[in-house]
T-cell receptor
Framework: ETGVTQTPRHLVMGMTNKKSLKCEQHLGHNAMYWYKQSAKKPLELMFVYNFKEQTENNSVPSRFSPECPNSSHLFLHLHTLQPEDSALYLC??????????????FGPGTRLTVL | GQNIDQPTEMTATEGAIVQINCTYQTSGFNGLFWYQQHAGEAPTFLSYNVLDGLEEKGRFSSFLSRSKGYSYLLLKELQMKDSASYLCAVPDSNYQLIWGAGTKLIIKP
């Protein structure tokens, strides 16, 4: 496989469930990101990992828990979500250097519905 | 603070030309990105401008004016497959991307 892959593509869960989203990048990049995309809203950056270390956490509720076991894999663990968390969750990766903006490559996303 | 504005929706005709504008306000400037996103798919990179002027890449061109805080994406010889959302993004002081809400482009035959 090439690029950035995400599983599952669609997920329906109740508010008491626990689930995990998985992202894998096959580009040899050193940075990975989780974004939330809601209808007609800008992409919201949730978490950033650079060389497996979390460098950004944009005031995301604790019901979202990221995990980055290595530079190729990224997880988003979900528990006790709310209906307003229903959205498209996008994973991205980039090859970052010493400062500067770098092109991000996105996965196809997981469409999450919380009942 | 940082702010990005782009039109919500535009309509154009197959074979025509369309210009999608983006205005931004940032405390510093580290370039501007354009991405294309088809419905239900991943955003894909189109262009990155860091210097003023027009950069052409096939049917798509991107323009930047840093003094005006303004960019546009120019799409020529429109095809039905160009129907998508076009996202403008600028890095913040930590180089994390701040995104516009996107412009949905509808192409009619």
């Amino acid at each position: 496989e090439t690029g950035v892959t995400q599983t599952p593509r669609h997920l329906v869960m109740g508010m008491t469930n626990k689930k995990s989203l998985k992202c894998e990048q096959h580009l040899g990049h050193n940075a990975m990101y989780w974004y939330k995309q809601s209808a007609k809203k800008p992409l919201e950056l949730m978490f950033v990992y650079n060389f497996k270390e979390q460098t950004e956490n944009n005031s995301v509720p604790s019901r979202f828990s990221p995990e980055c076991p290595n530079s190729s894999h990224l997880f988003l663990h979900l528990h006790t979500l709310q209906p307003e968390d229903s959205a498209l969750y996008l994973c991205a990766s980039s090859q970052d250097g010493d400062g500067g903006a770098y092109t991000q490559y996105f996965g196809p996303g997981t469409r999450l519905t919380v009942l | 603070g940082q702010n990005i504005d782009q039109p919500t929706e535009m309509t154009a005709t197959e074979g025509a030309i369309v210009q999608i504008n983006c205005t931004y306000q940032t405390s510093g400037f580290n370039g501007l990105f354009w991405y294309q996103q088809h419905a239900g798919e991943a955003p894909t990179f189109l262009s990155y401008n860091v210097l003023d002027g027009l950069e052409e890449k096939g049917r798509f061109s991107s323009f930047l004016s840093r003094s005006k805080g303004y960019s546009y994406l120019l799409l020529k010889e429109l095809q039905m497959k160009d129907s998508a959302s076009y996202l403008c993004a600028v890095p913040d002081s930590n180089y994390q991307l701040i995104w516009g809400a996107g412009t949905k482009l509808i192409i009619k035959p």
